[in-house]
């Protein structure tokens, strides 16, 4: 469970309440006599965040999206997987912490899984990056694509990244390359994929882990092809405009839904994942692990093929995007 030492203007009454009824839970263990009145205050505060965050803007999203006290990868690796095995480096250049990859298992059922990690505390995060991988970072998640793809594990991506580093010594060892080598390998797969965002998803950076059979967002998730700063810094040379930007670029997990861009939205627990790191990862395990008995149909043997899951992939990314002109017929 999540301590509230970060607290967005907006949310305040909420995580006030949360930390009443956490307080509460904890006394109602010894005296059931207190029972009646959490049950009481665990109502009040499910309205009260659902009257709240029903309003929510999109900008007040992005700002959920990047909660410091959201679980990141490693934070949900080690409640949804079980005997996971970290592996490191690129067999090129290094080891990029940005990125987590291993193996492990879901439920029992071995999986690989790959995910981007921001870190926590000052040393953390410059060891991670900020969330913002470099080259063999995407070149060690392709070695988990190719590993899991010729042993037949399903793969499992958790997004969570303000999007590639952008810094010359990136750029010089290939940035865009290793990108564009993760997209084609998650794309010729002969596994399933599914890829959840956990918090932000930006640009190139986070569809390097996002070409999958099934994408899952989190209630309050983001999405989007680049940040609202950056959209806001080209399109007006005005980065202060940046909330004006996240309602344009449709990036909260809604107007994913609408759009096509992901399959489902995961429910958050009352006042969002970072309020509680237990339950969301509780309901990201149950989405994935529904996912990919869906999925499993697609490529068994006997009841399909794994070229199936290949032919599933391409045709969800090559729907994104369609439209019929009014009144044509279907061809």
């Not at 997209?183 to 999958?212: C, F, H, K, N, Q």
């Not at 449709?250 to 429910?267: F, H, N, S, Y």
């Not at 395990?285 to 499993?296: F, G, H, N, T, Y």
Request: with cysteine.
């Amino acid at each position: 469970m999540a301590a509230a030492s970060h607290v967005l203007p907006f949310e305040k009454p909420v995580v006030e309440l949360v930390a009443r009824v956490r307080e509460l839970r904890l006394l109602a263990q010894s005296d059931r006599a207190l029972e009646p009145e959490l049950r009481r205050l665990e109502e009040k505060t499910t309205r009260l965040t659902r009257q709240l965050f029903a309003d929510l803007t999109p900008w007040q999203k992005v700002q959920l999206s990047r909660h410091p006290n959201r679980p990141y990868t490693l934070d949900y690796v080690g409640r949804i997987f079980e005997d996971f095995v970290e592996l490191h480096g690129d067999r090129t250049f290094g080891d990029d912490a940005a990125i987590v990859a291993g193996l492990g298992r879901l439920r029992g059922r071995p999986v690989a899984i790959v995910g981007h990690q921001k870190g926590r505390g000052a040393k953390d995060k410059v060891k991670r990056n900020f969330g913002m991988p470099h080259p063999e970072g995407y070149r060690k998640a392709l070695r988990l694509y190719e590993l899991a793809s010729r042993f037949g594990l399903p793969i499992v991506t958790l997004v969570d990244t303000p999007g590639a580093y952008p810094g010359i010594g990136a750029e010089e060892r290939g940035q865009s390359e290793a990108i564009g080598a993760c997209l084609a390998a998650m794309a010729r797969a002969r596994v399933p994929i599914v890829a959840t965002i956990i918090g932000e998803g930006g640009s190139g950076g986070a569809l390097a882990l996002g070409v999958a059979n099934r994408v899952l967002v989190l209630e309050f998730g983001t999405y989007s092809v680049i940040s609202p700063e950056g959209c806001a810094s080209i399109l007006w040379k005005d980065g202060s405009k940046a909330e004006e930007a996240a309602t344009r670029l449709k990036m909260t997990a809604p107007d994913l839904l609408r759009l096509g861009v992901v399959d489902a939205i995961v429910e958050e627990p009352v006042g969002g994942a970072h309020q509680d790191h237990d339950e969301a990862a509780r309901r990201v395990q149950e989405s994935i692990a529904r996912a990919l008995d869906q999925l499993a149909a697609v490529g068994a043997v006997g009841a399909g093929k794994p070229e199936n899951l290949v032919e599933d992939r391409y045709r969800r990314f090559r729907a994104m995007g369609s439209h019929r002109e009014p009144g044509s017929a279907d061809q």
